[in-house]
């Protein structure tokens, strides 16, 4: 049982796709929580320097924003993780700039879009 277990972790340790999905993982894991960190440390700041209450309107307006925005998003980092991996590794550089550019723009519009129903929200009632 033993041997099949060191067999098993060799084969794992060889294999070249799943180390650098560990990698990626790392990455991926270490920069979300040094970002959470980071939110975390700017939260504590804010709310001493405005005091609760404002601390209390500046988190409904942020969390407002985020939800319309969120509301909005098509989630285009999706499309060119895919789409710009899979034109690359055929070879075809021209389409996976494509993606990247119709994505960016895409992205823009809604990101204008969410921004234009927040402007209008925001007015309130006259």
Do not use: C
């Not at 920069?31 to 804010?46: E, K, N, P, R």
Request: proline content about 2%.
């Amino acid at each position: 049982m033993i041997e099949r277990a060191r067999a098993t972790w060799n084969a794992w340790k060889q294999d070249r796709l799943l180390g650098l999905v560990i990698r990626n993982t790392g990455y991926m894991f270490s920069s979300s929580t040094l970002g959470t960190g980071l939110s975390m440390v700017q939260s504590i700041f804010a709310a001493r320097l405005l005091g609760v209450f404002d601390f209390g309107v500046l988190d409904n307006i942020t969390q407002f924003s985020s939800t319309v925005n969120r509301l909005f998003s098509f989630r285009m980092g999706e499309l060119v993780v895919r789409y710009v991996s899979l034109y690359q590794a055929e070879g075809r550089p021209d389409r996976a700039a494509a993606v990247v550019k119709i994505s960016a723009l895409v992205e823009a519009l809604t990101s204008l879009l969410a921004f234009a129903i927040l402007v209008l929200l925001a007015r309130g009632p006259h």
